[in-house]
């Protein structure tokens, strides 16, 4: 009889443990969550290179790529290099009429400044310099970047024209084209080419892992790198429009490298602000995703 009451009491004691585990949310029904009431559109595309669990949003819809073209250029630069076409010593003279305003330093510097080509691309990642990016486009052309792009199997990711105008690719001829302005994409072509670049198959491995180094030097941390400790890298690229964010990038987890791309467009709100909301959510997206994808 004791040993009856025995078994009795320790079951009981196990219901009510078991009725305390928390039952995880799903990752929808998370991401779902956390854009409600948001005023504007989101497409999202990540991926664990590691595990090969994904999420995808609209992740096959075009998308304006704002700064995030600059990814592409990069690459493509790099392409050029190798090829010999161009040599990173190549010097560019600073022009008045070359300075574009917006994000980067260029524009600061006094005329006929001569910088070289590395010192350009470097600018146009780390701090988005809109004129170094036009110096750099003038160098590799918008229809070599896409045509390197097509041989990378990312037809949907077009450089249409410089910042500002001028340039202008082949695809930028296609009235439809012109409304996504610098450029277009889709979120699972990015993380596409992010994953590339990171198992070191665009251009070489060496040429790979300085894109890589490069991007996590990036400095507009606002949104996947928001708050993140300096123990979890994050390698990406962000823009900017007045109602559109966008962010792609590679965060370097412990239970994964997480690629994704985020881009959020037609906002209610517009201002250029730290806690824009469209980067705030793309912060709040960034950190369900490696939740979920990281187990």
């Not at 300075?99 to 260029?106: A, C, D, N, T």
């Not at 045509?147 to 690719?169: N, Q, V």
Request: aromatic share 6%; hydrophobic share 40%.
């Amino acid at each position: 009889m004791k040993s009856v009451l025995r078994c009795a009491f320790w079951l009981l004691l196990a219901v009510p443990s078991a009725a305390w585990q928390k039952v995880p949310v799903p990752l929808e029904e998370q991401v779902r969550s956390a854009m409600e009431g948001f005023s504007g559109k989101v497409w999202i595309y990540a991926r664990n290179l590691d595990t090969g669990r994904d999420y995808a949003l609209r992740a096959d819809e075009k998308v304006r790529t704002a700064s995030t073209i600059k990814l592409p250029i990069m690459a493509e630069a790099f392409h050029q290099v190798a090829e010999g076409k161009l040599k990173w010593t190549d010097e560019i003279d600073l022009t008045r009429e070359a300075r574009q305003g917006g994000s980067g330093v260029l524009s600061e510097f006094s005329d006929h400044i001569r910088i070289d080509l590395r010192t350009a691309m470097h600018l146009m990642i780390v701090v988005s310099d809109n004129t170094a990016t036009n110096l750099v486009l003038d160098k590799v052309k918008a229809d070599s970047v896409n045509g390197f792009m097509d041989s990378l199997g990312l037809p949907a990711t077009r450089a249409m024209r410089k910042i500002g105008g001028g340039g202008e690719s082949a695809a930028y001829r296609d009235p439809e084209n012109r409304l996504f302005g610098l450029g277009s994409t889709t979120p699972r072509e990015m993380v596409k080419l992010l994953e590339m670049i990171e198992r070191g198959q665009v251009v070489s491995r060496e040429a790979s892992d300085e894109m890589i180094a490069i991007l996590k030097r990036q400095q507009y941390k606002e949104g996947l790198g928001r708050n993140m400790p300096d123990t979890i890298p994050v390698a990406s690229k962000s823009g900017a429009l007045d109602r559109l964010r966008s962010d792609v990038g590679i965060v370097y987890t412990r239970r994964g490298r997480i690629a994704m791309a985020i881009t959020v467009d037609d906002m209610g709100f517009v201002g250029y602000v730290v806690d824009n909301p469209g980067l705030l959510l793309i912060w709040k997206l960034s950190q369900i995703l490696q939740d979920g994808l990281g187990r």
